[in-house]
């Protein structure tokens, strides 16, 4: 994929007018989505514009798009490492619905540029329909591993950070040997190698975020067929679901983290 930096959202429409036709967004990072044949544009609240697609339909636009004065674009690429890694990464930690969803993911050298042929990608720069897909083919490529808390599970534990170092480390335990790579988080006390953004950098920790978001998705689904209505993603957008959960008297540990401030108010 090809990214271009500081983009603005003027520039980024004038592309309408160049053959691509506007698509609806499909995570709470994007502001536009744009697509032209083969060649999907995102553009994210970052100011940054990703290109991804056929090869050459790619080249085409980048090239289209450099016309217009944008900033020399990087190529994306993860480092590229030897031996096995095992790269963990998180998902719900933020969301008020759900509860708390940690995988692991190992590869080798031949591993990693299988993983790379599939297009692996940090889940931040996917749709939900994406992720869920890319999840499936995941599994099928390599060693993996998913602990999954539902929320009662999660505010029994307490301690988030605690929770984190725990499942962090049970998933890396269960893929050892290889070295543990981690997408740093605060109080983050665990693996080999704790560094931020490690899901941009490695394919392993790109590939575990998808298993994790996909697993968080799924997990979502489940608790929104149980309290009888759509749960929403991330803390944003909340308060009509929480004050929907309170009038229909269900157990808020069920369904919500019952420790963030602005479920509180609701209990």
Request: proline share 3%; aromatic share 8%.
């Given at each position: 994929m090809t990214v271009f930096n500081d983009m603005e959202i003027e520039d980024?429409?004038?592309?309408?007018?160049k053959g691509f036709v506007e698509e609806e967004v499909k995570?709470?990072?994007?502001?536009?989505?744009?697509?032209?044949?083969?060649?999907?544009?995102?553009?994210?609240?970052?100011?940054?514009?990703?290109?991804?697609?056929?090869?050459?339909?790619v080249e085409e636009a980048v090239n289209l798009i450099k016309k217009m004065g944008a900033k020399e674009e990087k190529k994306?690429?993860?480092?590229?490492?030897?031996?096995?890694?095992?790269?963990?990464?998180?998902?719900?930690?933020?969301?008020?619905?759900?509860?708390?969803?940690?995988?692991?993911?190992?590869?080798?050298e031949e591993l990693r540029k299988k993983l790379n042929e599939?297009?692996?990608?940090?889940?931040?720069?996917l749709s939900d329909r994406e992720i869920l897909l890319m999840a499936e083919?995941?599994?099928?490529?390599?060693?993996?591993?998913?602990?999954?808390?539902?929320?009662?599970?999660?505010?029994?534990?307490g301690e988030i950070t605690l929770m984190?170092?725990?499942?962090?480390?049970?998933?890396?335990?269960?893929?050892?040997?290889?070295?543990?790579?981690?997408?740093?988080?605060?109080?983050?006390?665990?693996?080999?190698?704790?560094?931020?953004?490690?899901?941009?950098?490695?394919?392993?920790?790109?590939?575990?975020?998808?298993l994790a978001r996909a697993t968080a998705l799924k997990q979502l689904d489940f608790l929104s067929v149980q309290v009888g209505f759509k749960l929403p993603k991330g803390s944003t957008h909340v308060r009509p679901a929480l004050k929907e959960l309170k009038e229909k008297k269900l157990n808020f540990k069920r369904f919500v983290k019952v420790d963030f401030n602005n479920v509180k108010e609701f209990l």
């Open positions: 980024v429409k004038k592309l309408l007018h995570t709470l990072y994007e502001q536009m989505r744009l697509k032209k044949g083969n060649v999907v544009l995102i553009f994210y609240n970052s100011k940054k514009l990703l290109l991804q697609g056929k090869k050459e339909e994306e690429s993860f480092r590229k490492e030897t031996g096995w890694i095992i790269g963990t990464d998180e998902s719900l930690k933020g969301d008020t619905f759900g509860g708390l969803v940690v995988a692991g993911v190992k590869a080798n599939i297009g692996v990608a940090d889940s931040k720069t083919k995941i599994k099928q490529l390599v060693p993996c591993e998913v602990k999954s808390l539902l929320p009662e599970e999660y505010n029994k534990n984190l170092n725990k499942l962090h480390k049970e998933c890396a335990d269960y893929l050892f040997p290889g070295k543990h790579i981690v997408d740093k988080y605060p109080g983050c006390k665990v693996g080999d190698v704790q560094e931020e953004k490690a899901d941009s950098k490695y394919v392993e920790v790109a590939a575990a975020s998808v």
